[in-house]
């Protein structure tokens, strides 16, 4: 079920098409690789489908270790395997990339005094002490 996709109680039903048993296989070093092998109703492999892979590892940063989870095109759990590194690079030169957009979006932001949280307590602004409604936008 994706994101954008919103079901009430009564209309829940589990997609008896679409069944993958998870699968987590790990070094202990670097990372793991997790696997979701399609299923039938019975639990048995349905080999008419693919199983799909993901990488996951953690890198350290100055605040403390991130984790980061990414996709890896694989036909097999050795290609996984051998993809992964690959796969872990490009996935944090994104990261990389979108922190890189947030700040300079973030420079680029007027700040008009008055307007938006901080400030001194008592003064417009302030997140709640003094004037304004609490509503940034």
């Given at each position: 079920?994706?994101?954008?996709?919103?079901?009430?109680?009564?209309?829940?039903?589990?997609?008896?098409?679409?069944?993958?048993?998870?699968?987590?296989?790990?070094?202990?070093?670097?990372?793991?690789?997790?696997?979701?092998?399609?299923?039938?109703?019975?639990?048995?492999?349905d080999t008419?489908?693919?199983?799909?892979?993901?990488?996951?590892?953690?890198?350290?940063?100055?605040?403390?270790?991130?984790?980061?989870?990414?996709?890896?095109?694989?036909?097999?759990?050795?290609?996984?395997?051998?993809?992964?590194?690959?796969?872990?690079?490009?996935?944090?030169?994104?990261?990389?990339?979108?922190?890189?957009?947030?700040?300079?979006?973030?420079?680029?932001?007027?700040?008009?005094?008055g307007q938006?949280?901080?400030?001194?307590?008592?003064?417009?602004?302030?997140?709640?002490?003094g004037g304004?409604?609490?509503?940034?936008?």
């Open positions: 079920m994706s994101d954008t996709e919103t079901t009430s109680l009564e209309e829940m039903k589990f997609d008896a098409e679409n069944l993958f048993r998870e699968e987590k296989i790990t070094d202990m070093k670097m990372g793991a690789i997790r696997v979701l092998v399609p299923v039938k109703v019975d639990g048995s492999e008419a489908r693919p199983s799909e892979y993901s990488g996951q590892t953690q890198i350290m940063t100055q605040s403390g270790p991130v984790p980061l989870e990414f996709p890896i095109e694989a036909a097999s759990l050795a290609d996984a395997i051998e993809a992964f590194a690959g796969c872990a690079n490009k996935a944090i030169e994104k990261m990389i990339e979108e922190v890189k957009e947030m700040q300079r979006r973030e420079a680029s932001r007027i700040v008009v005094p938006g949280p901080g400030g001194m307590p008592g003064m417009p602004g302030a997140g709640g002490f304004g409604s609490g509503i940034i936008s």
